[in-house]
């Protein structure tokens, strides 16, 4: 019996495997660039994906369903193996949670504007939710951190109490590298894990203040990425354990509502940096309903593979189990009819139809080089679904993987192309992380580049992508994004705006060299016996250490 892990992979891809055995690979350790010059394919592909026709590309929408028939027909055209199974489709179970819009919450004696003053949603699976005069805590920054020495909820009882906290953490505040890490963001600083650890406190509702600069977006993104149909997998217990109101708060809402307390926000706030913080009770109780239709669905993740070569030297190659995962998510944020009957259609050209296209392109260039010659590794291409809503179709595949996540050794990630003209530099998001940076900077040497740090490392993008996911299950990964970079209005002005479309005098320069780039650095992963490793000490090193890698 067949034990190798490739044994969920189509039948078809034992035949194509029997193909290549009498074929041997080019076993390289050096940058080798494919060359990406042609880019007519790519372009029509950008085009298609992010088109009004698509609207937007939201999971269990008809965009889906054009989506996932693009991209599964792209791959069986190349020639390229189911990924998942004798499916190109990874089933993601999911529940579509769509909040009646007409909410407004009310504080004290203050009335707030849903989308306007405030953000308020649920992952929890249930119909009707109510803040019924819950007491209103101010926590800082809602962190418990210990090899930090924090925790902003000591000797403070919050359960059943709505928590009003920072954005980012104590480091970004300060600038002082000794707090934290400085200015760049640590998981601490990042939504996701404020929802987390207030909902392990036993809190009720979060409401997170916006202000742009720790943000890193303005109050535009945080509207329209938290209004709307949004998305969430599910647990046993319906999501009974998350927080009940994931929220946001304008800065001026939030200066009224301290104000209404008797105190001075800003002023405050100051004294949230430094260790030993106590919560402020603003006694004011909060009241707001969450009236939910729920839809339980299944999105897809759509996977292709390109197996590696069966036979070295005559002998049965035992790396053809092991896989290099190259990745981009495929969904945007759809589209939103306003009460006046007009649509608004995020087609998400740049981010992330930019790197879906881009996976296609390698996609197209590897299949042709292993048709020639395989490679040792065998290399999954990848497009995840719910990437936007909080990274759900990768959590999903790194709990659910097609190989046990200890057979994948790098998982490189392209969220966000340069379409612009090339440039001197390719950007490096994490610094000291694993040991993919020495791939990164060899790749940019060989083509007489520079990499250069993260400018906005007080964004988080290390825990915004989609290989953060694999990255707790130990998976190492690098992240390939050019967002603001190259055209400094598009954070203000496109980023999940309606204005992030494809346009047809794009240079696409900067496509063409960060494809070859990232394909040197995907084929000499492919082409050897490296298990990168995790530098710094973490729970991703730890996961990768239980796996003996």
């Known amino acids: 019996m067949n034990k190798s892990p490739l044994r969920r992979f189509a039948p078809s891809l034992m035949a194509s495997l029997a193909l290549s055995s009498a074929l041997v690979f080019a076993h390289t350790d050096k940058a080798e660039f494919l060359d990406f010059s042609n880019l007519t394919q790519y372009r029509q592909d950008v085009k298609t994906l992010a088109s009004d026709a698509f609207e937007g590309r ?36 999911m529940a579509k949670i769509t909040a009646k819009q007409d909410m407004q919450l009310t504080i004290g004696a203050l009335k707030f504007t849903h989308g306007k003053d405030f953000t308020a949603r649920s992952q929890q699976i249930k119909p009707h939710i109510a803040l019924n005069n819950s007491e209103v805590v101010f926590v800082g920054y809602g962190i418990n951190a210990p090899e930090f020495g924090w925790n902003d909820y000591a000797g403070i009882d919050v359960k059943g109490k709505t928590v009003i906290m920072l954005v980012n953490d104590p480091g ?94 800003d002023s405050l706030k100051l004294s949230t940096h430094k260790a030993g913080f106590k919560t402020v009770d603003l006694n004011l109780s909060a009241k707001l309903n969450l009236d939910n239709s729920i839809e339980m669905a299944k999105s897809h993740n759509v996977l292709a593979l390109l197996p590696g070569a069966t036979e070295f030297d005559g002998k049965r190659n035992p790396q053809q189990d092991e896989l290099v995962v190259m990745h981009a998510h495929w969904d945007h944020l759809g589209s939103k009819t ?37 490679f040792k590794r065998s290399i999954l291409f990848s497009a995840f679904t719910a990437e936007e809503t909080g990274l759900i179709g990768a959590q999903y595949f790194a709990q659910n993987p097609s190989v046990p996540t200890k057979n994948i050794a790098a998982f490189l990630n392209i969220d966000g192309m340069n379409v612009n003209d090339g440039v001197s530099y390719i950007l490096q998001y994490g610094q000291g992380v694993s040991e993919l940076e020495d791939y990164l900077e060899d790749a940019a040497k060989a083509q007489q580049r520079t990499v250069k740090a993260d400018p906005l490392p007080q964004n988080g993008l290390m825990f915004r992508s989609d290989h953060f996911a694999l990255a707790q299950e130990g998976v190492p990964g690098l992240l390939f994004m050019s967002l603001g970079d190259t055209d400094p209005n598009y954070i203000d002005a496109k980023y999940h705006k309606e204005a992030d479309d494809y346009d047809a005098n794009w240079s696409l320069g900067g496509v063409s060299q960060d494809l070859s780039l990232i394909g040197s650095i995907l084929a000499r992963l492919a082409n050897n016996s490296d298990w990168p490793k995790w530098l710094e000490d973490s729970d991703f090193k730890t996961r990768r250490s239980e796996d003996n890698r």
């Open 338 to 374: 306003h009460q006046d009957g007009s649509q608004e259609i995020f087609n998400g050209a740049v981010d992330n139809a930019s790197g879906t296209a881009g996976v296609l392109a390698l996609a197209r260039a590897f299949k042709a080089k292993a048709s020639v010659t395989p």
């Open 58 to 93: 939201a999971p269990l929408s008809k965009g889906e369903t054009l989506t996932l028939d693009f991209l599964v027909n792209a791959f069986k055209e190349m020639g390229l193996a189911p990924g998942f199974g004798d499916s190109y489709l990874q089933a993601v179970p």
């Open 172 to 265: 970004f505040a300060t600038q002082d590298n000794k707090r934290f890490k400085g200015n760049a963001m640590t998981y601490y600083g990042r939504w996701t894990y404020k929802y987390e650890e207030a909902a392990r406190q036993g809190a009720a509702a979060v409401f997170i203040v916006h202000e742009t600069a720790p943000a890193g977006y303005g109050w535009g993104v945080v509207e329209n990425s938290n209004t709307g149909s949004k998305f969430t997998l599910v647990d046993d217990n319906n999501n009974l354990s998350q927080i009940a109101v994931m929220g946001w708060l304008q800065h001026k809402a939030t200066q009224q509502i301290f104000a209404t307390a008797g105190l001075d926000f």
